[in-house]
């Protein structure tokens, strides 16, 4: 069965600085690969989707890669501030919209 | 505003008792979901339904039950079978079960057997 696996479960980073977190998977490729924020307490909400054919996307200070030879996605936060603290989780979904979820990496951003 | 709202959000059960988690959305979605949060494990998908009066088993449906009879609703009733039922609960919805939809979830209820 597929298995997502995200880098770590924490990662502390100095503000100012590029997050990168990483989302890889084994088996077959996703046809989207989403990744979602989620606060402590709340539902997750959502940041980006990125297609199999599509290799990067922006939304302003985020971007997310998706390497399907290497299996993997990265998700990058440049100048990187306090307020991005929180749990980053990565989806894969196929043409069904079967979604499945990763762990997720609870990023701090420290002043 | 549009969104998905459960209730409660804090929900305490004695063994043996079934117990029912709410969840109601006004994005005029099709496709809705449960899913199961426990720490350092990714969501689990319980139940979904793509349309009402249709839905479906998920990963770890055992000990749990749905019920779609209106577009708007979709309550998860966690019964007695379920031995390990504290856990944090998100109901979430999509447009539908196209891939690639994203999916919008409700802000969770917390339920604890006591």
């Known amino acids: 069965s597929q298995k997502i696996e995200q880098n770590s479960e924490a990662l502390n980073i100095q503000e100012g600085k590029t997050a990168t977190l990483t989302c890889n998977y084994t088996?077959?490729?996703?046809?989207?690969l989403q990744w979602y924020r989620q606060d402590p307490g709340r539902g997750p909400v959502f940041l980006l989707l990125?297609?199999?054919?599509?290799k990067e996307k922006r939304k302003e200070r985020l971007k997310v890669t998706f390497d399907t030879t290497l299996k993997q996605s990265l998700f990058h936060i440049t100048a990187s501030q306090p307020a991005d603290s929180a749990t980053y989780l990565c989806?894969?979904?196929?043409?069904?919209?079967?979604?499945?979820f990763g762990a997720g990496t609870r990023l701090t951003v420290k002043p | 505003d549009g969104g998905i709202t459960q209730s409660p959000k804090y929900l305490f059960r004695k063994e043996g008792q079934n117990v029912t988690l709410s969840c109601e959305q006004n994005?005029?979605?099709?496709?809705m979901y449960w899913y199961r949060q426990d720490p350092g494990q990714g969501l689990r998908l319980i139940y979904y339904?793509?349309?009402?009066?249709?839905?479906q088993k998920g990963d770890i449906a055992e000990g749990y039950s749905v019920s779609r009879e209106k577009k708007e609703s979709f309550p998860l009733t966690v019964t007695s079978a379920q031995k390990n039922p504290t856990a944090f609960y998100l109901c979430?919805?999509?447009?539908?079960?196209?891939?690639?939809?994203?999916?919008?979830f409700g802000e969770g209820s917390w339920l604890t057997v006591v």
């Open positions: 339904s793509q349309i009402v009066n249709d839905f």
């Open positions: 994005l005029n979605h099709d496709a």
């Open positions: 989806a894969l979904s196929y043409n069904n919209n079967d979604m499945r």
């Open positions: 088996n077959y490729s996703p046809a989207y």
């Open positions: 979430a919805s999509s447009k539908d079960r196209v891939g690639g939809n994203t999916i919008y």
């Open positions: 990125i297609r199999e054919n599509e």
